[in-house]
């Protein structure tokens, strides 16, 4: 342990086992009151007990050793440190012991701790509801605690509540007594071993559906009154993803009862706090019916994802923060495997290519960091939760698991879970299982992925009969110095549509043996690692795009656009490959594509933009009079998305304005009441909007201030980022700081807009102006993510700017992150100043043409 880093953990002589807590909130004065009784064993003689609080009075501290001998406490709170001291009146023994305290604190509006959410009822009243948000190192602005997760103990919870409110906690309810005041005491049941950060308190005017039963567990929805109708979807994935969890883990659930608790505010996206899982609405609540293919994946997503964690997180948890990857990589993994189950049809795996876009983003800079790496403070804890955690350790999981083979993985993860239960474990327990189940050198091959940062770009050219790959580290034009690296890179390479071979490059090159054409490295898509074909090699597979499959064709694109963007390839190269795409009739590649052509579309001035707009307008012609603006009989549910991608790119990016009219229709029959399809609907909305009038802004506004589903109500929010006058967008980015805009969605809508072309200047000169007032109100842990939108501000004045605004003002939460987003702005500005007149170039002799 590095010095810093024992500064912020706390000794080791004292160790919880069992806490008996009693939480009392008050929804009217926004303030709790607590008491908890923490079994602990002392393993050495201690003259003071240390803990974790932060933002609590405490008070009546003492402790009893086992012969009931009462020892009194002083009590020392160090709040920059976030500890309690106890220190004692008399040494306490080894043995067993029980420590006494009793506590206040507030129901803040942070959306972290123990906070609260409002909403307004059918009477216009507001309601609200006191519900925590642990994760990281929040369990201590609760109640006192050890809050570090290895510190795994069992909860016996009572929440004293007024009558008529519902409480939730972890486990089930095993009593219900009146106080005598017209509150009750509400206790639940002892938890299984587990962390701090995963307890969960949920107290108000709530209900719940019907429980169902799951094979012997009681699986509901708890929600505002109203809407227990846009429960049974989330009920469907939930009920499914136990059964299939349990069969592939080779361990049923581990308690008798999961709540899936929808919140008005909460600043993730969801919780797996065990057995109370808590949700933004709209990633629980839904109407199948009235939404875009990609929402209602969403949601099934996101209950996946949480689910999995009951496994992956609460069962088995990391040993310390360093370690988020083994609670998060694998419960992306496992969401997209399971929603790949439950919807064969959506093809879940050719859409997670896609979703790999932003971790090789980030992984592409030198300011990338490993998927592991020293957390000492929780500053440094709160920004491990981004996409090198989540989707690179995902991306690498998957492409380990096409290596090994999937029965074989499966083997080694239920080893991994089965000894490691109800414990904590680090990477190398994970890898000792797989490699147990395998016998493949796994460590060998995983650790360079796990611990060290950036990915390769692995090179194919024909040589001596066959295939030379070789390596290197792949990294952005324009972005930092970043050192040489070399993997263990697991590949699956196949030649004129055989079936793939395994090849390990394990070096800087290798020779394989495959010589018919086309060759493509990176057979199924799955690999982490991006691909250079010689010019020979390129050609073949150009010609032959018929042959691949989506995900290799995806790829293909992707990696071409890569070049680019690492100043290998010229741009209009990348176009002229566009151009042979025309006929693509799948929704990965053309989400794949339509991408970049976003980017250039931002980057490009008139009349090139213009020019462009001509240009995309041509591209995409084929495809939208395939598929029109209806659904027709047949169409499965990636074609319908599909549509929604097509109309959106044709709207948006082209110039065709026939186009925006036929949107601007099919908007005013949607709102009308019309049956429009929901993808259909969605990318219409994003075209009126992209160039929409006062009048266009009242109407989406007020939609997104009333509508009943709360996908759509997201929806109609973010589109009033894409409207590009100025004033209209004043109004928008000033409604972030009101109470018409909810706290956990504001920090979005201002990185909307800031991403927006035509007013994301203004965007930054309103945070410029309001940062105090930002960082007030906004979650601690959305600025890192607000400020993602600052990579599109790429003049190059404005852009210093952003440089020298940041300099002044640090964000120590979000500081690895923060300097990757700079590290973008400085890629795209380097993009702009070397691509731009090759564009316009190519599109002036294009048209020529």
Not at 73 to 87: G, H, N, T, Y
Not at 292 to 310: F, P, T, Y
Not at 389 to 401: F, P
Request: net charge negative; hydrophobic share 45%; aromatic share 8%.
């Amino acid at each position: 342990m590095h010095d810093d880093e024992a500064e912020h953990r706390l000794p080791r002589s004292v160790v919880p086992r069992r806490y008996q807590l009693r939480i009392e909130p008050d929804l009217e004065a926004f303030r709790f009151s607590g008491s908890e009784q923490v079994a602990v064993e002392v393993v050495e003689p201690v003259d003071e007990v240390v803990l974790n609080a932060a933002d609590l009075a405490v008070s009546d501290a003492w402790l009893t050793d086992p012969t009931g001998r009462r020892i009194d406490a002083e009590i020392r709170l160090d709040p920059a440190a976030e500890r309690l001291a106890l220190v004692l009146s008399a040494t306490l023994e080894p043995g067993e012991a029980t420590v006494h305290l009793s506590f206040t604190g507030v129901l803040n509006d942070k959306l972290a701790g123990f906070y609260r959410s409002v909403y307004t009822d059918e009477h216009g009243d507001e309601r609200v509801i006191a519900t925590t948000q642990m994760e990281a190192t929040d369990a201590r602005r609760v109640f006192p605690c050890w809050d570090e997760p290895d510190r795994k103990a069992t909860f016996a919870v009572t929440l004293v509540v007024a009558e008529g409110l519902l409480a939730v906690s972890n486990a089930g309810i095993v009593a219900e007594a009146p106080t005598g005041d017209g509150r009750v005491a509400v206790s639940f049941a002892e938890t299984i071993p587990m962390s701090t950060y995963l307890v969960a308190l949920v107290v108000g005017p709530l209900e719940a559906t019907d429980p169902i039963d799951v094979d012997g567990v009681a699986l509901r929805v708890v929600h505002v009154p109203g809407k227990g109708h846009l429960a049974p979807f989330a009920l469907e994935v939930g009920a499914f993803c136990l059964r299939w969890f349990g069969d592939y883990y080779g361990i049923s659930y581990p308690g008798d009862k999961c709540d899936l608790v929808a919140l008005p505010d909460f600043a993730f996206g969801a919780m797996e706090n065990f057995g109370a899982i808590t949700f933004r609405e709209q990633v629980l609540l839904v109407d199948p019916e009235a939404v875009a293919q990609a929402e209602l994946q969403r949601v099934a997503d996101v209950v996946a994802h949480e689910l999995a964690h009951m496994w992956f997180g609460d069962l088995v948890t990391m040993r310390w923060w360093n370690g988020l990857w083994l609670n998060e990589a694998f419960a992306t993994f496992m969401e997209v495997a399971a929603v790949d189950a439950f919807r064969p049809e959506w093809r879940r795996w050719d859409a997670f290519a896609t979703e790999r876009a932003a971790a090789f983003g980030t992984d592409s800079l030198a300011s990338t960091r490993p998927i592991e790496y020293p957390v000492r403070s929780p500053e440094e804890a709160e920004g491990m939760f981004d996409v090198l955690t989540y989707q690179k350790g995902a991306s690498v999981l998957r492409m380990l698991e096409q290596y090994l083979g999937t029965e074989r993985f499966r083997a080694g993860i239920r080893r991994y879970l089965a000894e490691r239960q109800y414990t904590n474990a680090e990477t190398t327990d994970l890898w000792d299982a797989i490699e147990a189940a395998t016998d493949e050198p796994v460590r060998r091959i995983m650790d360079a992925w796990i611990f060290q940062g950036g990915y390769p770009l692995v090179g194919a050219e024909p040589s001596d009969g066959g295939l030379r790959l070789d390596q290197r580290r792949f990294v952005f034009a324009g972005a930092d110095d970043a050192p040489p690296t070399s993997w263990p890179v697991p590949l699956l390479a196949s030649a004129a549509g055989a079936p793939p071979i395994r090849v390990l490059l394990d070096g800087p090159s290798t020779h394989v043996g495959l010589e018919e054409q086309p060759v493509v490295v990176n057979a199924g898509g799955h690999g982490f690692y991006r691909v250079r074909y010689a010019p020979e090699l390129l050609a073949s597979l150009r010609r032959s795009l018929d042959r691949l499959a989506p995900v290799e064709r995806a790829l293909l694109v992707d990696d071409t656009w890569a070049a680019v963007l690492a100043g290998d390839t010229p741009a209009p190269s990348f176009l002229e490959l566009a151009e042979a795409f025309a006929d693509e009739d799948d929704r990965t590649v053309w989400a794949t594509l339509v991408a970049p052509l976003g980017t250039l579309d931002h980057l490009l001035d008139e009349p090139g933009r213009e020019r462009f707009g001509t240009w995309v307008d041509a591209l995409v012609a084929p495809a939208l009079a395939r598929l029109g603006w209806e659904v027709t009989p047949g169409d499965d549910e990636p074609t319908r998305a599909l549509r929604g991608i097509v109309i959106a790119a044709a709207g948006t990016l082209g110039a065709a304005a026939e186009v925006r009219a036929q949107a601007r229709r099919v908007h005013d029959d949607y709102l009308a009441g019309s049956n429009v399809d929901p993808d259909v609907a969605a990318a219409a909305l994003a075209v009126v909007a992209a160039s929409g009038t006062t009048d266009d802004y009242e109407v989406v506004h007020r939609r997104a201030m009333t509508s009943p589903s709360p996908q759509e109500a997201m929806r109609y929010l973010y589109a009033l980022a894409r409207f590009p006058d100025p004033d209209l967008a004043r109004r928008t980015l000033a409604m972030t700081l009101s109470e018409e805009v909810r706290t956990q969605n504001a920090p979005y809508l201002v990185m909307r807009v800031l991403g927006t072309r035509d007013v994301g200047p203004l965007a930054w000169k309103f945070l410029e102006a309001n940062w105090e007032a930002v960082n007030r109100r906004f979650p601690d842990n959305a600025i890192p993510v607000m400020l993602g939108g600052i990579t599109a501000l790429s003049e190059p004045a404005l852009a210093a700017r952003v440089e020298a605004f940041l300099d002044d003002h640090p964000v120590p939460q979000g500081a690895r992150t923060i300097s990757q987003h700079r590290e973008r702005l400085r890629v795209n500005l380097a993009l702009r100043a070397r691509e731009v007149g090759r564009v316009v170039d190519w599109l002036d002799a294009a048209g020529r043409r």
